[in-house]
């Protein structure tokens, strides 16, 4: 039996302040508030804690977390682990994560509104079939220094050709 293409349900990301990523993800974004910034403690008393544990392991102490929505219903777990450390440049090679990317089709308008909320664009709006098709991309930074990149079109429909 062939495998079935799994679903998305959700990401989850780090920040140093859980309460200025949800307003920012919020007001820029429009991404829904599931549950605001919550505190999490280490004990095994909970199945959140438990599972904390069984993940990290033992000495975290404590950390926030929030819990968002994009407008597809994508889950967005937002973490603020005590002694969080901003990694130093774009390390854009080591294994693991290394960007998200979300769909807007007025992608000029929604750059303009992560500048004026903190983030930076990495890169000029970019057009990947010039002449073919109005399908464009950028890559940006919010204010905490996460890259994610931003298509005008559904994945499918960007890549539907097999090649840039």
């Not at 990301?13 to 920012?24: E, L, M, N, T, Y």
């Not at 750059?111 to 709006?125: D, S, W």
Request: include cysteine; glycine fraction near 10%.
């Amino acid at each position: 039996m062939s495998p079935y293409p799994k679903t998305f349900s959700h990401i989850g990301i780090s920040v140093p302040d859980v309460k200025a990523a949800v307003a920012f993800y919020s007001e820029v974004m429009g991404w829904y508030t599931i549950m605001g910034p919550t505190d999490v403690t280490e004990e095994s008393d909970t199945a959140i804690g438990q599972m904390c544990i069984d993940v990290f392991g033992t000495g975290w102490g404590s950390f926030k977390i929030a819990h968002m929505s994009t407008g597809d219903k994508i889950g967005i777990e937002i973490f603020e682990f005590q002694n969080n450390e901003k990694p130093e440049g774009f390390q854009y090679w080591k294994t693991g994560t290394f960007h998200f990317c979300i769909q807007d089709p007025d992608i000029e308008r929604l750059v303009e509104k992560i500048l004026a909320h903190g983030g930076k664009q990495r890169m000029p709006i970019r057009e990947y079939y010039p002449g073919e098709k109005p399908f464009k991309m950028v890559y940006v930074e919010d204010p905490f220094g996460l890259v994610f990149e931003i298509y005008t079109h559904s994945y499918e429909l960007t890549y539907s050709q097999g090649a840039y």
